[in-house]
């Protein structure tokens, strides 16, 4: 890494070829719409965020995401809006079907 540079790797899409693949190239302005897709080792989307050029994407956010899949992966957990790592999990299963909202309140993911 350069400093001052992403600790990842980083490409242009001048042809908008990989755009054209993910459904975020604008074919009359000849450009990518920005994307950022989240993908897993298995090639898999997790997550995916596409906004026009005038909104810019949260850092924080991708990398919160990030934490979230990592840790549902090698824990089998879930995590719920806004969960941050430390911060409490759910146990999926039938018993949670539509009852999330009566064990975990937003505000456990600030605490």
């Known amino acids: 890494m350069v400093a001052g540079g992403v600790p990842f790797p980083m490409l242009s899409d001048a042809g908008g070829r990989i755009g054209q693949v993910y459904g975020v190239y604008e074919e009359a302005a000849g450009v990518d719409i920005r994307g950022r897709f989240i ?30 899949f990592q840790h549902v992966v090698a824990t089998g957990e879930v995590t719920p809006s806004g969960w941050q790592p430390g911060k409490p999990t759910l ?9 999330v909202w009566t064990v975990w309140k937003p505000e456990m993911a600030y605490e």
């Open 39 to 68: 993908i897993d080792p298995d090639g898999a989307i997790r997550a995916m965020e596409v906004l026009t050029a005038e909104v810019g994407r949260n850092v924080s956010e991708l990398l919160r995401q990030i934490k979230a």
């Open 91 to 99: 146990t999926p299963g039938p018993d949670l079907v539509g009852k």
